[in-house]
């Protein structure tokens, strides 16, 4: 690898880290207060339910800037168009009760975990990416099981509260990874 190669791929991991760090401490925070009001959609489950779709796009847009020079952010702008798409689905969907909301949040989280996935493979020569490419996969899952869980008897949101917190583990965990790369220059 070149100086210059080794350079911007060290700039694009400690803006990474930054940003890792900045998704643990608002997926903790947001988890923490999703737990408050899990069991109804009132205006702060809305509110939060709306918030954390948009969260993502903002740090989705960080990532696109920062990552330019270390590959395509084709999918990230996928996933910038896909959690908008969601914040307005589950907008929507909180008119039609938990249920719905459930079903719109496990498509996202299929998708979106599908394209943390497949960013954390194509960034592994950077460092710090297996936290990424199993929070990718185990987003998957846990959509399915939103989709699945909406159809019980009294669904409530604590799942998809509770859903955050890996993710900001894993987050942590990379942001901790990717230190060493941030380093070199």
Do not use: H
Request: glycine share 10%; net charge positive.
């Amino acid at each position: 690898m070149t100086a210059i190669a080794s350079k911007s791929i060290a700039g694009t991991a400690y803006t990474l880290r930054r940003l890792y760090f900045a998704r643990f401490g608002f997926a903790v925070v947001w988890a923490l207060v999703m737990f408050t009001t899990a069991s109804d959609l009132g205006p702060l489950a809305v509110t939060l339910l709306v918030l954390y779709p948009l969260f993502d796009v903002a740090a989705a847009v960080i990532d696109a800037r920062t990552s330019r020079g270390a590959g395509s952010p084709v999918l990230l702008y996928v996933n910038i168009a896909v959690s908008l798409l969601t914040a307005a689905g589950v907008a929507a969907a909180c008119a039609s009760g938990i249920p719905a909301v459930l079903r719109v949040w496990g498509a996202w989280a299929v998708v979106a975990g599908l394209v943390q996935l497949i960013v954390g493979v194509t960034r592994r020569e950077m460092g710090g990416q297996w936290p990424m490419i199993i929070s990718g996969a185990i987003s998957v899952l846990a959509g399915g099981s939103f989709i699945i869980g909406a159809s019980a008897d009294d669904p409530t949101l604590t799942n998809a509260a509770g859903y955050a917190i890996p993710g900001g583990i894993f987050f942590l965990l990379s942001a901790l990874r990717l230190g060493r790369t941030a380093k070199e220059s």
